[in-house]
């Protein structure tokens, strides 16, 4: 059986500008979707109606597993059918969250992703470009020196242009 290759996207297709918080607030996992999905709402990209059952389905998917991948990231995700694209709200914790994470360290980035549910090709495309950059020393520890929005749109771009 045949599947289609898809094609990394580049982080700043996906990510919300309006998203990003270089200083995210929140300790505790549940804690930090919420202010993610918060900035979500505040960006355009959530609506307030549906904050709470996208907090739910990402908290119901971290139950099973944790997305917390180790080396201070966690990539928390969910699917929805009434989102076209994929897109992510990034968070930068300076103390870092209990996340749950298999290495039982703190985590310091998160990549929360909603993704069409309708078109599972997408959400792999963003996770694997997620992913491509957190498995990089460098790119972890420049997110995590972040203390701007500017700075992490700098880090997404020179990611994107592969240096």
């Not at 505040?42 to 996208?54: C, E, I, L, T, Y």
């Not at 969250?97 to 599972?120: A, M, R």
């Not at 995590?144 to 880090?155: C, G, K, N, P, S």
């Amino acid at each position: 059986m045949a599947t289609a290759k898809t094609e990394p996207m580049k982080l700043r297709e996906i990510v919300a500008e309006k998203a990003i918080l270089p200083a995210l607030v929140a300790e505790k996992r549940d804690d930090a979707i919420h202010e993610l999905l918060t900035a979500l709402v505040a960006a355009g990209r959530v609506s307030p109606q549906m904050k709470a059952s996208f907090a739910k389905s990402i908290i119901d998917r971290e139950k099973k597993g944790s997305t917390g991948l180790g080396k201070g990231v966690a990539t928390p995700h969910a699917k929805h059918k009434s989102v076209k694209r994929p897109f992510v709200a990034i968070g930068v914790s300076k103390g870092g969250v209990d996340f749950h994470s298999i290495d039982k360290q703190p985590v310091h980035s998160i990549f929360l992703l909603i993704s069409p549910e309708e078109h599972p090709e997408l959400h792999l495309a963003a996770i694997q470009s997620i992913y491509s950059q957190l498995t990089k020393d460098q790119f972890r520890n420049f997110l995590r020196q972040a203390t701007t929005i500017e700075d992490v749109l700098t880090i997404l771009e020179e990611a994107d242009a592969g240096h």
